[in-house]
């Protein structure tokens, strides 16, 4: 038996997935099980602000074990993606629906969050809270209540992955810590390869106005110099373009 997990061991993650097609011995899902609870374990972090309300981490991991489980009996890597892509997706679901269950979110959720959207749109300017939830109907606290999960469900919003980007950065500067925390280094290679996509999205001006505010650091008036556009117009553009960047998040999530 030593023998044996030596072996396992000494292969590839790829390979072990396809041994276990091949053969389906119950050690080689265990080695595979081990190998990918990093993954449970960063996103179980990266997402504590959606289940902290009826949930303990553990009990995540836990249920997150069973996911890789079943997710290494149904991966099909001729259909489906990577399989560290394939079962963070089941992962994110697993975690949204255990927070259904435990009836802490609405079904109505999204809808709300939509009408929420639409009417401060129609509002115009920056309408405060009482405003919009007067427009809607809506008792206040409500109102507030749906904001706060809406900021908490947008865990991989363009705010956040940036704020994780410079964690990461410091991460870097030391080689022993960024490989010692194998879930801080998956969060910072998938969050990097979705961000540069949603950007890649955008419009040229939406991009440029991105990258300035965010990237070279320039406040509005600044950019607004730098384009020859008034300062409202600037604001306009990265309102619309942070907007795309969230909905182009939330399919990701």
Do not use: C
């Amino acid at each position: 038996m030593m023998a044996r997990t030596g072996n396992l061991k000494d292969k590839s993650n790829e390979e072990l997935l396809e041994m276990y097609r091949e053969r389906g011995r119950i050690e080689i899902k265990q080695e595979l099980v081990m190998r990918y609870l990093y993954i449970v374990k960063a996103i179980a972090s990266q997402m504590r602000g959606v289940y902290a309300g009826s949930l303990q981490t553990e009990d995540i991991i836990n249920e997150g074990v069973i996911a890789i489980m079943k997710g290494i009996d149904r991966y099909d890597p001729e259909r489906d993606n990577k399989f560290e892509t394939f079962i963070s997706r089941r992962i994110r679901g697993m975690i949204i629906d255990l927070v259904r269950k435990n009836d802490w979110m609405p079904r109505d959720f999204r809808k709300q969050i939509r009408l929420m959207e639409e009417a401060r749109t129609a509002l115009g300017g920056d309408p405060t809270d009482e405003e919009v939830a007067a427009y809607l109907g809506m008792d206040v606290k409500k109102y507030k209540k749906f904001q706060r999960m809406s900021v908490i469900m947008n865990v991989l919003s363009l705010d956040m992955l940036i704020d994780d980007e410079d964690e990461h950065q410091s991460l870097q500067l030391s080689s022993k810590d960024s490989g010692s925390q194998p879930e801080k280094a998956y969060l910072q290679g998938e969050s990097r390869q979705v961000l540069a996509e949603a950007v890649a999205s955008l419009k040229e001006k939406e991009q440029l106005v991105i990258s300035l505010y965010y990237v070279e650091e320039l406040n509005m008036g600044q950019i607004a110099g730098i384009l020859g556009v008034s300062e409202p117009r600037i604001s306009q553009i990265h309102s619309g373009a942070i907007k795309k960047l969230k909905a182009y998040m939330s399919t990701y999530i």
